[in-house]
């Protein structure tokens, strides 16, 4: 650069705003050297020089436009580059949070996909068993039949048939020889109904007052009765007992 031009405001002289594009230089470089072209004004030395300083400066300023106008370009490409960046990280981490959820819902769906099957499963197994007890727990009578009057009465006859389980109630009619057993669970009854035969010497003859034991044959997980041998010696304790 000239030693004249080093310490002067180039844009300042040709009045060009900082931002202005190489078009724009030229274009107010040609309006201004109109003003003091030298066929425009002839024999003017001041015009002369005042013509070669602008022709001067519009090299400089052409060359300055242009790396303004790539630097523009170059900002510009910048920048959408970093938006581009921004963008595409904000995508990835929207992409992460929803793997990450989804992830998380599908863990939460399976965990309570395993809990709706324990509790269903325990539901059907505790309505099964309420089922169950409801079959097993109530009222199950016996009928008791016997040859021999006065050999039973309620409370010989309440001895016999308790080893097989609660018993509710026993009704006896001496005069018929026969008695009602009624018992809670219906084990109990079956038991009794298939072990119990009474004193040696005047044998009990016990059948279902009811359709409940009509699974017998098909059921043989009931808990099995004592000896009934031990009927006779319950028979004889008692006797020993009334002398």
């Known amino acids: ?43 003017n030395s ?5 013509f070669s300083t602008l022709y001067k400066l519009l090299t400089i300023l052409e060359d300055i436009g242009t790396r303004l106008d ?23 981490k929207q992409d992460k949070v929803e793997r990450k959820s989804k992830k998380e819902l599908k ?14 499963t325990r539901m059907n197994k505790l309505l099964k068993n309420q089922a169950i007890d409801k079959k097993r727990i109530g009222s199950f009578k016996l009928k008791v039949k016997w040859m021999a009057n006065g050999v039973y009465n309620k409370d ?24 009602l057993v009624e018992y809670k669970l219906k084990t109990s009854a079956i038991n009794a109904k298939q072990f119990e ?14 359709d409940y034991g009509q699974d017998i044959k098909k059921n043989s997980n009931y808990t099995s009765a004592p000896n009934p041998s031990t009927s006779f010696s319950a028979y004889q304790n008692s006797n020993d007992k009334s002398y």
């Open 70 to 92: 790539n630097l523009k370009k170059l900002n510009a490409k910048t920048a959408e580059e970093t938006q581009e960046i921004r963008c595409d990280l904000k995508r990835k």
């Open 1 to 43: 650069m000239d030693s004249d031009l080093k310490d002067l405001d180039l844009r300042g002289i040709v009045e060009i705003q900082p931002s202005a594009t190489e078009k724009e230089i030229k274009t107010t470089h040609q309006q201004n050297a109109l003003q003091c072209h030298p066929d425009e004004i002839p024999d």
């Open 197 to 210: 035969v009474g004193y040696p010497n005047c044998p009990l003859t016990v059948s279902f007052l009811g």
């Open 156 to 179: 010989n006859l309440m001895s016999l048939f308790s080893k097989y389980g609660h018993v509710i109630n026993v009704v006896v009619l001496e005069d018929k020889s026969v008695a």
């Open 46 to 50: 001041k015009a002369a020089r005042s």
């Open 107 to 120: 863990h939460l769906k399976k965990e309570y996909l395993y809990l709706l099957a324990t509790v269903r």
